[in-house]
Nanobody, 117 residues
Framework: QVQLVESGGGLVQAGGSLRLSCAAS????????MAWYRQAPGKQREWVAK???????TYADSVRGRCTISRDNAKNTVYLQMNSLKPEDTARYYC???????????WGQGIQVTVSS
């Protein structure tokens, strides 16, 4: 059974930082593409960042330069370091993983990030 469990969210002031964690079980993250998505109230879910099985990272324009996705293979955990947070970063953040292809088929329950102005 695959589980992705996010942690590290919360309330932070604009300009602050948070580090989200995604602890995986039932899969080995080093051979998967892993990603972070977010969904703000009333908006569609949007992709934030991705780290592929080769360790190559890509970012949405809205977070590039402010966020860093990384993974710790020994801990089977993916991280999203978010700096210089803005109120528009307020959303529920989800961790996702592929299953041998390129589609994200495994999803966590999400973690709330709220940035106050």
């Amino acid at each position: 059974q695959v589980q992705l469990v996010e942690s590290g969210g919360g309330l932070v002031q604009a300009g602050g930082s948070l580090r989200l964690s995604c602890a995986a079980s039932g899969i080995i993250i080093s051979i998967r593409h892993m990603a972070w998505y977010r969904q703000a109230p009333g908006k569609q879910r949007e992709w934030v960042a991705k780290i592929n099985s080769g360790g190559i990272t890509t970012y949405a324009d809205s977070v590039r330069g402010r966020c860093t996705i990384s993974r710790d293979n020994a801990k089977n955990t993916v991280y999203l370091q978010m700096n210089s947070l803005k109120p528009e970063d307020t959303a529920r953040y989800y961790c996702a993983a592929t299953n041998g292809g390129n589609d994200m088929v495994y999803w966590g329950q999400g973690i709330q990030v709220t940035v106050s102005s």
